[in-house]
């Protein structure tokens, strides 16, 4: 079961799920409302890894469907909003992504910044919260994707465990990984709180004290749907193995 808030920029998946994990996906999606006319973007930028986490939605979709767990995804590109950024970041509404020009974010006014801001990140911002106020011990999930050549540099790390102040959970990741993975996986790689991106798990999981982890997954390695269910069924196993370590002790897998 999928719902959608009003002006479907929030996607809900599985809103009563029983599990204690929450997925987050905040840069699921490339789309761009019309009224935007796709930012001044080529149609190649507008599907490139600048506008969204290829591949992470998928994996995400697979992950609710084995623990059994709500899934929370923007919809609409992060070019538009990038919803795991808080609306003071520059980043929030950047005007370059990598070598990419975004005509449609230069020289924003504050009236602009504000209506995106209230259009497109409060609606996500709110029902993370409120699915997060409404479990019992939640456990948080982000998950992204990440380019495999970055300015020109290919990255070896194909799993990255991040984390902010708080690693109870990554830490159990990290412990495990070799029980569930031969790719190479790597901690706050390759990024870290260091470069603006734990949003999301200081925003919803670090004030109350809730386990949480973010996971970056390489997108040439969830390129299809075969892959993206392959990646989110072994994350799944290995959620559960990793919270085993920790005090929660409650993720289960649903049926395959």
């Known amino acids: 079961m999928t719902q959608n808030t009003p002006n479907s920029t929030v996607h809900i998946l599985n809103p009563t799920g029983g599990s204690a994990a929450i997925l987050v996906c905040e840069h699921a999606s ?120 970055y300015f020109g540099e290919p990255r070896a790390v194909e799993i990255g465990v991040l984390h902010d102040d708080d690693s109870r959970l990554a830490d159990a990741m990290l412990q495990t990984a070799a029980d569930h993975t031969s790719m190479n996986v790597q901690r706050n790689d390759p990024y870290g709180p260091d470069d603006g991106v734990t949003h999301t798990l200081r925003e919803h999981a670090l004030p109350a004290g809730h386990l949480n982890v973010m996971l970056e997954i390489r997108n040439d390695l969830i390129k299809n749907e075969f892959q993206q269910t392959a990646v989110g069924d072994m994350i799944a196993q290995w959620l559960v193995s990793a919270t085993q370590l920790t005090e929660a002790k409650g993720l289960v897998l649903c049926v395959a």
């Open 30 to 149: 490339c789309f761009f409302p019309d009224k935007l006319n796709h930012l001044g973007l080529q149609p190649a930028d507008r599907t490139s890894h600048a506008a969204w986490d290829p591949g992470a939605l998928g994996v995400a979709t697979q992950m609710a469907k084995r623990l059994d767990a709500t899934l929370i995804s923007s919809g609409v590109s992060r070019l538009v909003y990038d919803c795991n950024r808080p609306p003071s970041a520059p980043d929030a509404m950047r005007s370059r992504s990598e070598l990419i020009e975004i005509p449609g974010n230069k020289n924003l006014s504050r009236q602009q910044k504000q209506d995106r801001t209230q259009r497109y990140y409060e609606p996500f911002r709110a029902a993370v919260a409120a699915r997060v106020s409404a479990a019992q011990s939640p456990i948080i999930v982000t998950v992204h994707s990440f380019t495999p050549i």
